[in-house]
């Protein structure tokens, strides 16, 4: 059992030589210490029947079998091993290797030139060719140097690029591996915030009971196809990617079964041709991308039980949420009426105390009411207005001179420019498209959810969400931006209903 296993262990290393690295088959020093590795160390030639001892030496078969007839205890020459009963196992595949790389050494190129019957020892790189020196000669002196190169160095020269390649494809192929791997997980995640969407519907629509029963069916069904839609492009998308990674790396497979043969004389036979086909080929792998567009947040989870409330106003629990403006915080150009609800510009600036809490630059008012937990929604009348900017900020944000309005700096803005220019100022800012006559904008905060979602209020149409995680006091923001010489001197109003 200790023969088979040497032989098993000799086995594994000689097939790693042969399929490990390239390098080690090219011809040139690696080619020739691997070729000192199969000679036998007692008469240094290559091995000639070659045996394997129980401590897995190799030698030639007649040289231990003199080494054994002039002595008494069989010991392994090598690393003086006993060796019970003079045992050893011919070992057939090492004699196999070694007359495939003296074929390789003594007489790999012995093909004679059809046209001058001399050895073809050259390759000619504008046809990819084998060629003998006459060929060379009949050539443009020019051309002799440049078209052709002596069969090592050609294998030597396309093994190189064959490797290039194949280290490319493989950077592709972990690439793909990796995009696969991101791509199930949006799946999975894309499922698992479907089914919450799922719950959160299923839950408002309850509290609205049978009447309501048509309206959830019909939002469901919303979502369903918007979920089935995204799901369809994430799962094509990943079979996309399926599809070029096993493509790459058949193509790896195929650069790696070519660089084996390249001891061999039929490597460079059709070698161009196989290089132009892999370039193509290669031209076509590009690694792809992410598909990881998330399901509409704002549409199936915005104010629902309010949205329904257009249909059935008797059930809407709760109602809009009482937000007032606080004159604390309003520039000085800003007028606010008496009931706190209606803000607007003027060109006259008033006199009022430079407080931490006021705006000097920005000509804007927060709530007078901050929020910390809860969802809450709110509408603000827009009608006629050429510009405006709403939307929900942090207490800590900078009130006094120039800001940067971001979700980074502690801004959930949307804002509207010369009548119709509809922008929502995340990171980077996006471009609304947005129908004319937009008359009442709606805001819903989701403290908990970390939501901020914007709506056409008179059609409950979602206009933009921004999605964040809350740590402080947040507080409605309203900019009614400058009257513009009365162009834009109607004034934002919270809209409010008993």
């Not at 160390?41 to 129980?54: M, T, Y």
């Not at 390249?262 to 059709?270: A, V």
Request: hydrophobic share 35%; with cysteine.
């Amino acid at each position: 059992s200790s023969s088979s296993t040497c032989v098993s262990d000799n086995e594994s290393k000689i097939n790693l030589l042969l399929g490990t690295s390239s390098s080690d088959l090219l011809p040139g020093p690696h080619a020739e210490d691997f070729a000192k590795e199969l000679s036998c160390p007692l008469c240094l030639e290559w091995f000639k029947g070659p045996v394997i001892l129980p401590c897995g030496h190799n030698l030639c078969k007649t040289c231990i079998e003199d080494v054994w007839g002039k002595e008494q205890v069989r010991l392994c020459p090598e690393c003086r091993a006993e060796c019970p009963d003079g045992q050893y196992i011919k070992n057939i595949v090492l004699e196999k290797l070694v007359e495939k790389i003296k074929g390789f050494h003594v007489g790999k190129y012995q093909q004679k030139c059809s046209e001058h019957g001399e050895p073809l020892k050259l390759f000619w790189k504008t046809n990819g060719k084998l060629a003998c020196f006459l060929c060379r000669d009949a050539q443009n002196p020019e051309d002799q140097a440049s078209q052709f190169l002596l069969l090592p160095d050609a294998v030597q020269l396309y093994a190189e690029k064959l490797v290039s390649t194949r280290t490319q494809l493989e950077a592709i192929v972990q690439q793909l591996a990796m995009l696969k791997t991101a791509q199930q997980e949006k799946i999975s995640c894309h499922k698992k915030n479907k089914f919450n969407l799922q719950q959160h519907i299923s839950l408002e629509f309850l509290k609205l009971h049978q009447f309501l029963h048509g309206r959830e069916k019909r939002l469901m069904n919303e979502l369903q196809e918007e979920g089935k839609t995204l799901l369809l492009e994430m799962e094509a998308n990943l079979n996309k990617l399926q599809e070029k990674w096993h493509r790459a790396k058949e193509t790896v497979l195929r650069i790696q079964s070519r660089l084996y043969q390249h001891t061999s004389i039929n490597f460079l036979t059709g070698i161009k041709t196989f290089m132009e086909h892999l370039e193509q080929k290669s031209a076509t792998l590009s690694v792809g991308e992410l598909v990881s567009r998330e399901l509409s947040m704002g549409q199936f989870k915005g104010p629902i039980q309010y949205t329904i409330w257009k249909e059935m106003k008797s059930s809407l629990k709760p109602g809009l949420s009482l937000v007032t403006l606080d004159p604390k915080t309003a520039h000085p150009n800003l007028v606010l009426s008496e009931d706190l609800r209606c803000v607007k510009h003027d060109d006259i600036k008033q006199t009022l105390p430079d407080t931490p809490e006021r705006f000097d630059s920005s000509v804007a008012v927060l709530g007078s009411k901050g929020f910390t937990s809860g969802k809450h929604y709110w509408e603000v009348e827009v009608e006629n207005k050429t510009k405006w900017t709403l939307g929900v900020v942090k207490e800590s944000i900078s009130r006094k001179g120039n800001m940067t309005l971001s979700p980074n700096d502690g801004f959930w803005l949307i804002r509207l420019r010369d009548r119709n220019k509809f922008k929502a100022l995340d990171i980077p800012a996006r471009g609304l498209t947005l129908s004319t006559g937009l008359s009442k904008i709606g805001v819903y905060l989701d403290y908990e959810g970390g939501q901020v979602s914007f709506y056409d209020a008179n059609k409950m149409f979602h206009i933009y969400t921004f999605m964040d995680k809350f740590t402080e006091t947040i507080y409605p923001y309203f900019c009614p931006c400058l009257n513009d010489s009365s162009e834009n001197s109607e004034p934002l109003k919270i809209f409010f209903f008993i």
